[in-house]
């Protein structure tokens, strides 16, 4: 695992795996929606409205599984001291971050018809709410500091402290007796939900989940490009235009050296 | 030991000395409280429902603006790199700047919600359980409150980050130490609430001191 700490050696692995990754991710959300909007039948019910869940419960899964790997992102950060690792926490907030608004938003969206409320304080959406609000105390102190080195770190930190929310999102509905459904997919019997309806949803997890990492890959991609450009421009290798091409070659290589050996 | 006594010593005397500190946290709770009547309306019977509620909120945010000053001046003046390279743990410094600070805010609001609890109108059954409560509470509310006070360190505009940070921690605080009161007022033992806020003490009493430790040596670094 730490060798795949090295930004160069990480930029070389994902390379060939971000367009077959795509192309899945694709494949799986189209085919999750036709299952989903069209080949899935409709709950005797519900009606209609039933297929809300297959956004709603795809992306609170989502929610929980970008925060629960942010934290060990972070943890990876205070132990070993990897940059990736600092880099991949602050790449998925914003993922995690607008996952949880749209778990919270189509959530109401359902609850309006099937509750007849937009928004009730049930422990699961207090908890879920709570996460969203993590997650921006996580992004507004990672950016809060002129040196981005100590905003990772004490970022790293408060995920980890937040961390504590995730068994209780997770449990909430079994803890305290709620409106919120309890679990009827992850649980000791099977799960409870009709095989007709768990094909989209397997497919929509699978893909929201597969999207993630291709956004994540992106973003990583992003992030080491623009701190080599940054280097560059600290270096004025760039502003010269008397610099020979090959020079400027030598300068890119050895700003990805120097980041390799960080 | 004495290194923990020193410190407790020396923040409780620089609380006692620029004394407006504390008097200042119970002055916000108590304008904060009585603001809500102004909202709310003066019916007695409404403001007695909500009083546990508003008497924990205004706490709450109480003991959330008065965590500035457990690490800033010290962060600015250069103590806290030499409390980090003092041979005693940090660790234990901080526990003595957190009990200085629960001292010194905590306890005085424990004082004053009765107060503001009659103020309210809350029955009488419910002050007991509402001072136990807030005696379980406010210390852990000052010991996660040090982690974020703590993060903010050397932060641009650290006030108001710190109540994004320390807010949600404080959520569970809010809902078991309102529980409890509630509870007493129906008439209901409020003892498994109660043991709840113990255990969210012993936590973070456990917990919270290395994650503050942790963060301020990452501010000296």
């Known amino acids: 695992m730490h060798r795949f700490a090295k930004p160069s050696v990480f930029l070389k692995f994902t390379a060939p795996i971000l367009p077959w ?15 989903s909007l069209i080949g899935s039948p409709v709950d005797y019910q519900q009606g209609h409205t039933v297929r809300i869940m297959y956004i709603h419960v795809p992306a609170a899964w989502m929610g929980l599984f970008c925060y629960v790997g942010m934290a060990i992102c972070g943890a990876m950060s205070l132990i070993w001291k990897h940059p990736l690792a600092d880099i991949c926490a602050r790449a998925t907030a914003p ?16 609850g309006e018809p099937m509750w007849g409320t937009w928004w009730v304080w049930d422990a699961r959406l207090t908890s879920m709410l709570i996460l969203l609000f993590l997650y921006l105390g996580y992004m507004a102190l990672v950016n809060a500091f002129d040196d981005p080195e100590r905003g990772s770190k004490a970022g790293s930190a408060l995920a980890l402290v937040g961390a504590v929310n995730v068994p209780i999102v997770k449990f909430s509905v079994d803890w305290w007796n ?65 610099t020979p091409a090959s020079a400027k070659e030598q300068a890119y290589e050895a700003g990805h050296n120097a980041e390799a050996k960080q | 030991m004495n290194g923990f006594l020193a410190i407790l010593q020396r923040d409780l005397r620089l609380a006692l000395r620029q004394g407006a500190d504390s008097v200042m946290v119970v002055a916000f709770f108590i304008v904060t409280t009585t603001l809500f009547p102004f909202g709310v309306g003066p019916e007695v019977n409404i403001l007695a429902r909500i009083a546990s509620g508003v008497i924990w909120v205004s706490a709450l945010l109480a003991a959330m603006l008065s965590l500035e000053r457990v690490f800033q001046a010290d962060y600015e003046d250069g103590t806290l790199e ?49 001072m136990v ?60 609430q109660l043991q709840i806020m113990a255990a969210i003490l012993l936590l973070a009493l456990a917990a919270a001191p290395f994650a503050t430790a942790h963060a301020v040596r990452q501010a000296m670094e």
């Open chain 1, 95 to 110: 993922v995690g971050a607008t996952f949880t608004a749209l778990c919270l938003i189509t959530g109401s969206l359902w």
């Open chain 2, 133 to 192: 409560a807030m005696l379980l509470g406010t210390p852990a509310l000052s010991l996660i409150g040090a982690i974020g006070a703590a993060l903010i360190l050397g932060a641009r505009r650290g006030g108001v980050l710190v109540s994004l940070l320390v807010l949600p921690l404080y959520i569970p605080v809010l809902i078991f130490g309102a529980g409890a009161v509630e509870a007493a007022l129906l008439g209901i033992s409020a003892t498994a």
């Open chain 1, 178 to 242: 709620t409106l919120h459904q309890p679990a009827s997919i992850v649980r000791m019997d099977g799960p409870a939900v009709d095989p007709s309806m768990q094909l989209p949803l397997a497919l929509m997890i699978l893909g929201f989940t597969c999207y993630y990492f291709v956004v994540l890959i992106l973003r990583v991609r992003l992030e080491l490009n623009e701190r080599r450009i940054r280097a560059l421009h600290l270096s004025g290798m760039f502003e010269d235009p008397e």
């Open chain 2, 82 to 130: 030499l409390l980090t390279l003092s041979p005693v743990s940090l660790e234990l410094l901080i526990l003595g700047k957190v009990l200085a600070h629960w001292l010194t805010t905590g306890l005085p609001l424990i004082i004053a919600a009765p107060l503001m609890a009659v103020m309210l109108n809350m029955d009488q059954d419910g002050f007991v359980t509402l």
């Open chain 1, 21 to 35: 990754l795509s192309a899945l991710t694709v494949i799986l959300i189209a085919a999750g929606l036709y299952f």
